[in-house]
């Protein structure tokens, strides 16, 4: 079964700094998820990505397949970017149709 | 579109008590699913559904029930609630399983005494 670790578990920012949220696992996957929940509670998907680099907006999301790693960025960021970040991937190698393994999340704070 | 959407937003309930959570989605989803969310805890998954009339265990399924009645519907059944369910219940659907984007409802916040 898959197994995902999110570093760090808590970040605290300046608004401007550029963030980096990292996420490894531990089976090969066609596809992984970042999402983004909100203080209210919402979760919201930001991307979903199999290689590569995707970009919207201010963030970022690269993956390396080989590595099993994946990053999220957050460019010039703002309070509004503050908000818990969850990686996700399917349980076990290939499919997905059995839901996600989660991250544990990383909880992002950026002041003014 | 509403989206996803779930009902009740919170609930209490006490020991031994049974309640159903309600899922909806208006996308003409094949794939749904139950996830609850503990503190210092990663989603889990509860149960799933690939399609109208079909259910399946996820990662946690002991004490839940499921049932897909019909496909915009995916319901949630706890018989005879414990502490231990004390927890905040998403569902999210997707067009297929695999690598399609889920769409998560805003929760259910549920507390057992």
């Known amino acids: 079964k898959n197994e995902v670790e999110q570093s760090p578990q808590n970040l605290t920012a300046q608004e401007g700094e550029f963030i980096t949220i990292n996420c490894s696992y531990s089976v090969g996957i066609s596809a992984l998820h970042w999402l983004q929940q909100h203080p209210g509670g919402g979760i919201v998907s930001l991307f979903m990505l199999s290689s590569g680099k995707k970009k919207h907006g201010r963030l970022i999301a690269t993956i390396n397949i080989q590595e099993k790693h994946s990053s999220l960025h957050i460019t010039a960021s703002h309070p509004r970017d503050s908000a818990v970040y969850i990686c996700?991937?399917?349980?076990?190698?290939?499919?997905?149709?059995?839901?996600?393994?989660f991250g544990k999340g990383t909880h992002l704070i950026i002041q003014p | 579109n509403a989206g996803v959407t779930q009902t009740p937003k919170f609930r209490v309930l006490k020991t031994g008590q049974s309640m159903t959570l309600l899922c909806a989605q208006d996308m003409n989803h094949e794939y749904m699913y139950w996830y609850r969310q503990d503190p210092g805890m990663g989603l889990r998954l509860i149960h799933y559904?690939?399609?109208?009339?079909?259910?399946a265990k996820g990662e946690v399924p002991d004490g839940y029930n499921v049932s897909r009645l019909k496909k915009q519907n995916f319901l949630l059944g706890l018989e005879s609630a414990a502490p231990s369910q004390t927890s905040v219940y998403f569902c999210?659907?997707?067009?297929?399983?695999?690598?399609?984007?889920?769409?998560f409802g805003p929760g259910t916040r549920l507390t057992v005494t």
């Open positions: 559904s690939v399609g109208e009339g079909t259910t």
């Open positions: 996700a991937v399917p349980p076990y190698s290939g499919g997905g149709a059995d839901g996600l393994t």
């Open positions: 999210a659907s997707s067009y297929f399983g695999g690598p399609y984007e889920q769409y």
